[in-house]
């Protein structure tokens, strides 16, 4: 069974950084993307940032140059570092496994998300 823990949410000022961790266990998948996704209070989910097997990144437009992520394979963990972090990024952050089956097939995985709050 595929299980992501996350960690490394909290409380942060205004132009300070956190990073995030996900750990993954249990994933067989030899295809595959890690990603994060925030969800602010009352708002749809949406993708952050997104790494492939491969390494290859994707980022959401209105987060580029702020939010890094980053993968150790040997350590079945991705990051996401967030730096210069403002109000509007306070939501909960939730990393998420993407298994491919075929290349249109795929299971999703889910954490149990992280709180991050940019607040003074």
């Known amino acids: 069974q595929v299980q992501l823990v996350e960690s490394g949410g909290g409380l942060v000022q205004p132009g300070g950084s956190l990073r995030l961790s996900c750990v993954v266990s249990?994933?067989?998948?030899?295809?595959?993307?890690m990603a994060w996704y925030l969800q602010a209070p009352e708002k749809q989910r949406e993708l952050v940032a997104s790494?492939?097997?491969?390494?290859?990144?994707n980022y959401a437009d209105s987060l580029k140059g702020r939010f890094t992520i980053s993968r150790d394979s040997a350590k079945n963990t991705v990051y996401l570092q967030m730096n210069s972090l403002k109000p509007e990024d306070t939501a909960v952050y939730y990393c998420?496994?993407?298994?491919?089956?075929?290349?249109?097939?795929?299971?999703?995985?889910w954490g149990q998300g992280t709180q991050v709050t940019v607040s003074s």
């Open positions: 249990g994933s067989k998948f030899s295809i595959y993307a």
């Open positions: 998420n496994h993407r298994g491919y089956i075929t290349y249109n097939t795929w299971r999703d995985y």
């Open positions: 790494i492939t097997n491969a390494g290859t990144t």
